[in-house]
């Protein structure tokens, strides 16, 4: 696969401790797929398809109710890599997640199998693996804690700032609906907060956009999650 292992040098810090067989196999189990908007990548505990590594796009994580209400985890972008979509390959890890596309997204998938036995093989990967594992777990609780302790104003001051800062733009572009969506509430909610902030002068709403005008007064009323 042209280009494979470039992109893994620079991404999975197990690549130096692969053998010239084990480098072969991660080449040859590893594939570039594109993943249309809206197209379900990954369905719960009835996939394992493999570890997939973010080209270009988005995919969105999130785990169902038994009602069908869903929530948010967190968001894959660009060089951030999908460990949870090969669970079946960590004897420890049972979390089944779904992942959608939320934008065209072109990822390299390796797949589980391949995966699996790079990891039964070797302990580089292993590690690799399960501590990968363990911070995106680490991820998910703190959104947890976030919807269950923290007011709804505060969620979207702290989303806000989230993606201020991982984008670098002041505008953020994204919907009522899909704010709701990603900070696991419901759009009337949003919809309600977004006028109080534009009447406080926090932010600027305009059609599929939020303008953010006062990023030190979001940052103040976020706070520091983690002391709620």
Known sequence: MENASDLYIRTFTFWPHLSDKEKELANTGTHPIRYAKGTQVHRGPFDCIGV??????????????EDGRDVTLYRLFPGDVGILSASCTLDAVTFDVYIDAEE??????????????????????????YETAARRLSEMLWKLQE??????????????????EKTGSREIRLTHEQIAKYMG???????RLVKYF???GYVQPGRGRLTILDPDALRELAGN???A
Do not use: H, M, W
Request: no cysteine; charged share 25%; net charge neutral.
């Open 52 to 65: 997939l590594l973010v080209k270009t796009g988005q995919l969105r994580v999130y785990t169902l109710s």
């Open 104 to 129: 065209d997204t072109d990822v390299l998938r390796t797949d589980a199998p391949v995966f699996n036995k790079l990891v039964q093989q070797n302990i580089y990967v292993k590690a690799y693996a």
């Open 198 to 200: 534009a009447q406080e």
């Open 225 to 227: 999650p983690r002391e």
């Open 147 to 164: 919807i269950l302790f923290l007011s709804a104003d505060r969620r979207l001051a702290l989303f806000l700032v989230e993606e201020l």
């Open 185 to 191: 509430s419901a759009r009337e909610v949003v919809s």
